[in-house]
T-cell receptor, first 112, second 113 residues
């Protein structure tokens, strides 16, 4: 089985930087995904990490440490529209498995 | 535009009724998934299908059924055996490649009358 932990809620100021952490325990690991989900809408893909290190995409970066079972999503130059839930999801390494196990999500509120 | 279409957006069910949620994709993806999302619970996998005419139970399959007769379509039936069906249901699809993300439809919100 898999266990994924994220903070439930975070608040940050417009223009600032925020880091959302995700820790996981899995029997096998084959990649970690971050999704953004606005209330009542579909999750949208943000980033993917399978090797250790930092992946950067514009204002968003994601980091992975496989040995520590740890990832974070870094959001820079926060905008009001970044207020959303951020979901961490881990893919198991089982053969033929494309399933994801999701954390409960972190609700980020961006304030002026 | 390619994408995943779920219908209807809102659905109401009476006690004891079965109801079917539609999911159609034109992304040519082999794999499709159904998730349930409850407040504070994250997404939980109900069923998934990696190829036409084949599907597997996820973590919370009891009270649900699916079919996969066509690559484009993966309908979910919520049966009367599902005791707490009120939730937000999300359908997703992906190519069979581990580094490719799942793409989601806009969801169906099911409520019990």
């Amino acid at each position: 089985g898999q266990n994924i932990d994220q903070p439930t809620e975070m608040t940050a100021t417009e223009g600032a930087i925020v880091q959302i952490n995700c820790t996981y325990q899995t029997s096998g690991f084959n990649g970690l995904f971050w999704y953004q989900q606005h209330a009542g809408e579909a999750p949208t893909f943000l980033s993917y990490n399978v090797l250790d290190g930092l992946e950067e995409k514009g204002r968003f970066s994601s980091f992975l440490s496989r040995s520590k079972g740890y990832s974070y999503l870094l959001l820079k130059e926060l905008q009001m529209k970044d207020s959303a839930s951020y979901l961490c999801a881990v893919r198991d390494s089982g053969a033929g498995s494309y399933q994801l196990t999701f954390g409960k999500g972190t609700k980020l509120s961006v304030i002026p | 535009d390619g994408g995943i279409t779920q219908s209807p957006k809102y659905l109401f069910r009476k006690e004891g009724q079965n109801v079917t949620l539609s999911c159609e994709q034109n992304l040519n993806h082999d794999a499709m998934y159904w998730y349930r999302q409850d407040p504070g619970q994250g997404l939980r996998l109900i069923y998934y299908s990696q190829i036409v005419n084949d599907f597997q139970k996820g973590d919370i399959a009891e009270g649900y059924s699916v079919s996969r007769e066509k690559k484009e379509s993966f309908p979910l039936t919520v049966t009367s055996a599902q005791k707490n069906p009120t939730a937000f249901y999300l359908c997703a699809s992906s190519v069979p490649n581990r580094n490719q993300p799942q793409h989601f439809g806009d969801g169906t919100r099911l409520s019990i009358l």
